[in-house]
């Protein structure tokens, strides 16, 4: 990377939006154990399991991408995270154990995580390609496509019963 580019405002503005996305993911990893035990269905326990150990890779591939780009990986308070997670703990606080309600308000939860992180990735992948950044580029894509398949995943459990039996409870 020329020494022009690294010194420039939207190289600083890409860094510091990585900085936000993995205090994001860091703070993701920790709270969906908490997700997963709210569950009411084994499914959507899996689903929460599985992506944690996921969101363990994003965070190991955003650190990758620090390296590449000759950065300290360093995460910056992420507040719409912060938000999005204070939302998940009033969801498990405001349903009642054992019920598909809950479950429905934990779908909900962890899709507008998702749907955050999958803003987040698909723009910064395109700062990464107009920067020239070819490796890191493939690197955000691969965790924007696993970002989307997640997000998928939580539609089809909550399409496939999970809606239908909170509405009959």
Same mark, same amino acid.
């Given at each position: 990377?020329?020494?022009?580019?690294?010194?420039?405002?939207?190289?600083?503005?890409? @860094?510091?939006? %990585?900085?936000?996305?993995?205090?994001?993911?860091?703070?993701?990893?920790?709270? %969906?154990?908490?997700?997963?035990?709210?569950?009411?269905?084994?499914?959507?326990?899996?689903?929460?399991?599985?992506?944690?150990?996921?969101?363990?890779?994003?965070? $190991?591939?955003?650190?990758? @991408?620090?390296?590449?780009?000759?950065?300290?990986?360093?995460?910056?308070?992420?507040?719409?995270?912060?938000?999005?997670?204070?939302?998940?703990?009033?969801?498990?606080?405001?349903?009642?154990?054992?019920?598909?309600?809950?479950?429905?308000?934990? @779908?909900?939860?962890?899709?507008?995580? $998702?749907?955050?992180?999958?803003?987040?990735?698909?723009?910064?992948?395109?700062?990464?390609?107009?920067?020239?950044?070819?490796?890191? @580029?493939?690197? %955000?894509q691969?965790?924007l496509?696993?970002?989307?398949a997640?997000?998928?995943? %939580?539609t089809?459990?909550?399409?496939?019963?999970?809606?239908?039996?909170?509405?009959a409870?």
């Amino acid at each position: 990377m020329t020494g022009k580019m690294k010194d420039s405002e939207f190289h600083k503005f890409f @860094v510091d939006e %990585l900085k936000d996305i993995y205090w994001a993911e860091k703070h993701l990893v920790k709270a %969906l154990p908490k997700l997963q035990k709210a569950a009411t269905s084994p499914d959507l326990a899996a689903a929460f399991e599985k992506h944690t150990g996921e969101t363990q890779t994003h965070i $190991e591939t955003l650190e990758r @991408v620090f390296e590449l780009l000759e950065e300290k990986a360093v995460a910056k308070k992420c507040d719409a995270m912060e938000g999005l997670l204070a939302e998940a703990d009033s969801i498990i606080e405001d349903t009642e154990k054992g019920t598909m309600i809950r479950d429905a308000g934990l @779908v909900l939860a962890a899709q507008k995580a $998702e749907h955050y992180e999958i803003a987040t990735y698909g723009t910064l992948r395109t700062f990464a390609e107009n920067m020239g950044h070819t490796e890191i @580029v493939e690197l %955000l894509q691969q965790t924007l496509e696993n970002e989307k398949a997640t997000d998928e995943a %939580l539609t089809q459990a909550a399409e496939s019963f999970i809606n239908e039996q909170a509405a009959a409870e």
